[in-house]
């Protein structure tokens, strides 16, 4: 196997901090927030107080300042044991970044210390009912009165919806600008007309709060609109490559796991007087699988070096997403069908794994976005140009 050089001996030391802490506080009790649909707030807490929750935000913010291996760490080992429930890394690598990114000094000041510690749950409020990859086109509308804004409008899908203290909302300033009509704001939770809908049943990733959010003239000061007014878009783009990149980590990791879990499941299980990994199929399956997770990881990888040096483009994070979430979805289906009538059964981590994986075609831009990007850029002056879309 290839060895992972990224990662130094501290990396390796917080690494056991983590599987220690995630093995101790929630590896026991995730079945039961599964059945509630969200995790209890005093995990954040918990989590906080370990230092597992926005490492790379800088001292003066209350944080520790560390890179972002240390955040990458922390999204591996949860993944690695099926935990789907906490939201950190919506909390930690997208809405502390965006605050970190464009937040003004006494924003940061406000939330990135309470973020760290685990007393404010952050969510990202982007897509609406008719809106998901074409954000330009939300409906949510901000409106200008003296010194405030007037928000009115819908989000759905959103994760850590229910819990949420701090939201990060993308809205709409002028409604004939287009693109440059989009800005963002900061929404505290408890701000009046501020009205979290139903936590949503999905598919899988059961224990993660999901939410339909409604906003019913939600006044808040023009000082929590995060960068500058009809620069949401844009600022949104940036923050894209970074998003999906984490979304082909999380697909690397659960990949080389569930391979694993059926390396040994099917040493142990037999049929037909040997076990099923004597059969060639099994070994065959699995050997193409192995390689292609090898591919994926070295891959990845080198687009969390890319994106520490600054030079991940919108290209490589989605060639990224694409070609390992596309391999997470094809070995949670195959190494499930190794388990045979056990791979059905909702007490087995494949069976879970195997419904958590299908949203990673969906979330963070589709893979048909992606083959659009990766078109874009082949093609670059020979195509007729397609509709924009969210990048």
Same mark, same amino acid.
């Given at each position: 196997?290839?060895?992972?050089?990224?990662?130094?001996?501290?990396?390796?030391?917080?690494?056991? $901090?983590?599987?220690?802490?995630?093995?101790?506080?929630?590896?026991?009790?995730?079945?039961?927030?599964?059945?509630?649909?969200?995790?209890?707030?005093?995990?954040?807490?918990?989590?906080?107080?370990?230092?597992?929750?926005?490492?790379?935000?800088?001292?003066? %913010?209350?944080?520790?300042?560390?890179? %972002?291996?240390?955040?990458?760490?922390?999204?591996?080992?949860?993944?690695?044991?099926?935990?789907?429930?906490?939201?950190?890394?919506? =909390?930690?690598?997208? /809405?502390?970044?965006? @605050?970190?990114?464009?937040?003004?000094?006494?924003?940061?000041?406000?939330?990135?210390?309470?973020?760290?510690?685990?007393?404010?749950?952050?969510?990202?409020?982007?897509?609406?009912? !008719?809106?998901?990859?074409?954000?330009?086109?939300?409906?949510?509308?901000?409106?200008?009165?003296?010194?405030?804004?007037?928000?009115?409008?819908?989000?759905?899908?959103?994760?850590?919806?229910?819990?949420?203290?701090?939201?990060?909302?993308?809205?709409?300033?002028? $409604?004939?600008?287009?693109? !440059?009509?989009?800005?963002?704001?900061?929404?505290?939770?408890?701000?009046?007309?501020? =009205?979290?809908?139903?936590?949503?049943?999905?598919?899988?990733? &059961?224990?993660?709060?999901?939410?339909?959010?409604?906003?019913?003239?939600?006044?808040?000061?023009?000082?929590?609109?995060?960068?500058?007014?009809?620069?949401?878009?844009?600022?949104?783009?940036?923050?894209?490559? +970074?998003?999906?990149?984490?979304?082909? @980590?999380?697909?690397?990791?659960?990949?080389?796991?569930?391979?694993?879990?059926?390396?040994? %499941?099917?040493?142990?299980?037999?049929?037909?007087? +040997?076990?099923?990994?004597?059969?060639?199929?099994? #070994?065959?399956?699995?050997?193409?699988? #192995?390689? &292609?997770?090898?591919?994926?990881?070295?891959?990845?990888?080198?687009?969390?070096?890319?994106?520490? +040096?600054?030079?991940?483009? $919108?290209?490589?994070?989605?060639?990224?997403?694409?070609? /390992?979430?596309?391999? =997470?979805?094809?070995?949670?289906?195959?190494?499930?069908?190794?388990?045979?009538?056990?791979?059905?059964?909702?007490?087995?981590?494949?069976?879970?794994? %195997?419904?958590?994986?299908?949203?990673?075609? @969906?979330?963070?831009?589709?893979?048909?976005?992606?083959?659009?990007?990766?078109?874009?850029?082949?093609?670059?002056?020979?195509?007729?140009?397609?509709?924009?879309?969210?990048?």
């Amino acid at each position: 196997m290839i060895e992972r050089t990224l990662f130094r001996e501290e990396h390796n030391i917080f690494r056991e $901090s983590v599987r220690r802490f995630i093995e101790r506080e929630i590896v026991p009790f995730h079945a039961q927030w599964e059945e509630d649909g969200i995790v209890p707030r005093e995990l954040w807490l918990k989590a906080g107080a370990e230092g597992l929750l926005c490492c790379t935000v800088p001292e003066e %913010y209350g944080g520790l300042g560390l890179d %972002y291996l240390f955040d990458v760490v922390v999204f591996e080992e949860l993944w690695r044991v099926g935990a789907s429930g906490p939201g950190f890394l919506i =909390h930690t690598d997208l /809405v502390a970044t965006y @605050i970190l990114s464009f937040g003004t000094d006494e924003q940061k000041r406000k939330w990135l210390p309470k973020m760290v510690s685990g007393e404010a749950i952050g969510s990202l409020g982007m897509t609406e009912p !008719h809106a998901g990859s074409d954000l330009k086109a939300i409906r949510t509308k901000a409106t200008r009165d003296g010194d405030d804004f007037i928000i009115n409008g819908q989000k759905v899908f959103i994760s850590n919806g229910q819990m949420c203290d701090i939201l990060v909302l993308a809205t709409k300033t002028d $409604s004939a600008a287009g693109a !440059h009509g989009v800005t963002l704001f900061l929404v505290e939770g408890d701000r009046e007309g501020f =009205h979290r809908g139903r936590n949503l049943n999905k598919l899988g990733m &059961k224990a993660q709060d999901t939410s339909e959010l409604f906003f019913d003239n939600v006044r808040i000061p023009a000082t929590n609109m995060l960068g500058q007014e009809g620069k949401g878009f844009q600022q949104m783009m940036t923050k894209l490559a +970074q998003e999906r990149l984490a979304q082909a @980590i999380r697909s690397a990791t659960v990949t080389e796991t569930v391979i694993q879990w059926t390396v040994d %499941y099917t040493s142990e299980r037999k049929a037909f007087g +040997q076990t099923i990994a004597d059969f060639q199929n099994t #070994q065959f399956v699995l050997a193409d699988l #192995q390689t &292609k997770a090898t591919v994926a990881r070295v891959y990845t990888d080198k687009c969390i070096e890319l994106f520490m +040096q600054g030079k991940l483009d $919108s290209v490589d994070a989605a060639m990224a997403k694409m070609f /390992v979430c596309e391999l =997470h979805c094809e070995a949670v289906d195959k190494c499930l069908q190794l388990f045979g009538g056990w791979g059905y059964m909702w007490e087995y981590p494949i069976t879970r794994a %195997y419904a958590d994986a299908r949203i990673v075609k @969906i979330a963070g831009g589709s893979i048909e976005i992606m083959k659009t990007i990766i078109a874009r850029q082949m093609f670059a002056g020979k195509l007729t140009k397609p509709a924009k879309a969210k990048e």
